[in-house]
T-cell receptor, first 113, second 116 residues
Framework: DGGITQSPKYLFRKEGQNVTLSCEQN?????MYWYRQDPGQGLRLIYY???????QKGDIAEGYSVSREKKESFPLTVTSAQKNPTAFYLC????????????FGQGTRLTVV | AQSVTQLDSQVPVFEEAPVELRCNYS??????LFWYVQYPNQGLQLLLK??????LVESINGFEAEFNKSQTSFHLRKPSVHISDTAEYFC??????????????FGKGTHLIIQP
C-alpha cells in the first residue's frame, strides 16, 4: 500500500539530547513537509522540501534541522537548541502534479523529560 | 503571509443535529482553502478543498463548505451529524500563486463533540 510512514510512534528523550524522527513515503511525491502540533495551537510548518537536496525553512525552523538525500525520505532532527521540543510531529507529502493535496503520516509524539 | 482563524475551539452538538464550524482567513494573495479532519493520535485526512470554480464544495461523507470571498470565510457544514464525526477539524490555506507547494497555514482547530 502507498503511504507515508513515520517512526517511531512514541519517542522519549532526555533534555539536551538530539533526536531524529523518520519520515518515509512510497507515493513518488516530490514535496515533503514537517509540521509541529501543540494542543490548542493547530499545526505549524517547520521545514519543507520540494526536490531532493533542497529544503526551505517554515515558520518555526529554529532548533530543527532536516536533510533530503533521497526522494522517499525526509528525516527531522530536533536539536538541543529547541527550547520546547515536546510535541506531536506530523510529516506530509504532495505530488508536483497536484500540490494542493497533502497526505499525512500518523505522527510521532515526542516527549522530552 | 496568511492566517486562519477558527472561532470555536469546541462545538458540542447532539446526534442528528446540524452543525457549522466557522473558518475565516486573511491573505494578501490568492489562496486555496482546505478542511482536514483528525481522529485521536492520528494524522490528518483531507475532507474537502476549494481551488476555483463553484464556491460550494462537498465531501463524500456529507460535509460541505462554501467559499465566501467578500467575507473571507470557508465555513464547514453538515445537515445531520453522527457519533463517528467526533474529531478535531482544521481549516487551512495555501498560497495559490505558488500552486500550493509552499505548505499549509492552519487554524487552531475545532473539536466537534457529538452527544447522543
Amino acid at each position: 500500500d502507498g503511504g507515508i510512514t513515520q517512526s517511531p510512534k512514541y519517542l522519549f528523550r532526555k533534555e539536551g539530547q538530539n533526536v531524529t524522527l523518520s519520515c518515509e513515503q512510497n507515493l513518488n511525491h516530490d514535496a515533503m513537509y514537517w509540521y509541529r502540533q501543540d494542543p490548542g495551537q493547530g499545526l505549524r510548518l517547520i521545514y519543507y522540501s520540494q526536490i531532493v537536496n533542497d529544503f526551505q525553512k517554515g515558520d518555526i525552523a529554529e532548533g530543527y534541522s532536516v536533510s533530503r538525500e533521497k526522494k522517499e525520505s525526509f528525516p527531522l532532527t530536533v536539536t538541543s537548541a529547541q527550547k520546547n521540543p515536546t510535541a506531536f510531529y506530523l510529516c506530509a507529502s504532495s505530488s508536483r502534479v497536484d500540490n494542493t493535496e497533502a497526505f499525512f503520516g500518523q505522527g510521532t509524539r515526542l516527549t522530552v523529560v | 503571509a496568511q492566517s486562519v482563524t477558527q472561532l470555536d475551539s469546541q462545538v458540542p452538538v447532539f446526534e442528528e443535529a446540524p452543525v457549522e464550524l466557522r473558518c475565516n482567513y486573511s491573505s494578501s494573495v490568492s489562496v486555496y482553502l482546505f478542511w482536514y479532519v483528525q481522529y485521536p493520535n492520528q494524522g490528518l485526512q483531507l475532507l474537502l478543498k476549494y481551488l476555483s470554480g463553484s464556491t460550494l464544495v462537498e465531501s463524500i461523507n456529507g460535509f460541505e463548505a462554501e467559499f465566501n470571498k467578500s467575507q473571507t470565510s470557508f465555513h464547514l457544514r453538515k445537515p445531520s451529524v453522527h457519533i463517528s464525526d467526533t474529531a478535531e477539524y482544521f481549516c487551512a490555506v495555501s498560497d495559490a500563486t505558488g500552486g500550493g507547494a509552499d505548505g499549509l497555514t492552519f487554524g487552531k482547530g475545532t473539536h466537534l463533540i457529538i452527544q447522543p
